[in-house]
């Protein structure tokens, strides 16, 4: 969520405008006609989901326990309803599991955006495998209007096994490392992002999107129609002795720009190959 733009949604159902085309400038004559151009536009779909997770909670440890459980429980409830955002926003297939959302690793690979998604070198299909230059290539493909904002997107064992192994075999003396301090999560000057909701595994990756290099920002959109709502009832589980809680929001993703088959994206996967 928070590398993604999120738009409030003033109604269930909205279209948000997209930049399609820019102005063009020509190079003229003096007293010479100046071609006419205009900015092009075109609409991104926002309908709103509901999100909702339930639990409960005993009385006697609403009563005895030394920390508030039911603020817990929401806040627990809160960090779910984000994984479920970020495993739809990755890895929806458009089913119901995901809300009926596509997610990015979904759409890259379908064969409509193969400019931004760049194979590894033959036989690099496991995370062990990937090398310096499978990272220089998906950075080389990256627009350069997506650059300022770029940052890597990966699991931990990726970041571990990948990057972390990749610096480490560059050898050198860190800051970090002289001063007993973590190392900072970056690579080449870029950031790196840890979502688990991106493969984990250690084993066979092929044909599958590994990690991303670019601005997610510039790629999707997530509405929010209503941020999560928090209930509480004491009769919904009455016969237990129990406490109900709810939460729910309504949101949407929509994956809207990932280039296409001739024009890479603002967001590059590298593929396992």
């Known amino acids: 969520r928070q590398n993604c733009r999120v738009v409030p949604m003033g109604s269930d159902s909205m279209t948000i405008p997209r930049r399609a085309g820019g102005v063009t400038a020509y190079w003229v004559g003096e007293n010479a006609q100046i071609t006419e151009s205009a900015k092009a536009w075109d609409q991104v779909q926002l309908s709103a989901k509901k999100l909702a997770a339930l639990s409960r909670l005993s009385s006697e440890l609403a009563e005895d326990a030394v920390m508030n459980i039911a603020d817990d429980l929401a806040q627990e409830m809160a960090y779910a309803f984000a994984q479920a955002e970020d495993a739809a926003g990755w890895n929806g297939d458009g089913t119901s599991t995901y809300g009926g959302i596509t997610g990015v690793r979904t759409k890259i690979i379908n064969g409509s955006y ?9 036989n690099h299909d496991t995370f062990a495998e990937i090398d310096a ?19 890597w997107y990966c699991s931990q064992p990726c970041w571990a096994m990948v990057f972390q192994r990749l610096i480490a075999a560059a050898g050198g003396v860190t800051v970090g ?12 000057g870029y950031p790196v992002v840890i979502d688990q909701t991106l493969p984990t595994v250690l084993t066979d990756l092929s044909d599958v999107a590994m990690l991303f290099f670019g601005d997610l920002s510039m790629a999707a959109r997530l509405g929010e129609r209503r941020g999560i709502t928090v209930k ?42």
């Open 114 to 122: 193969t400019k931004s998604a760049i194979d590894a070198a033959s």
């Open 133 to 151: 230059n499978d990272l220089a290539s998906v950075m080389a493909a990256l627009p350069k209007y997506a650059e300022r904002n770029a940052k």
């Open 177 to 188: 490392e002289l001063t007993g301090g973590k190392p900072t999560r970056s690579y080449l």
């Open 232 to 273: 509480t009832s004491g009769d919904r589980y009455f016969e237990y002795d129990q406490m109900g809680v709810q939460a729910t929001e309504r949101v949407d993703i929509n994956v809207h720009d990932l280039g296409s088959t001739s024009v890479a994206g603002p967001l590059i996967a590298l593929i396992g190959e």
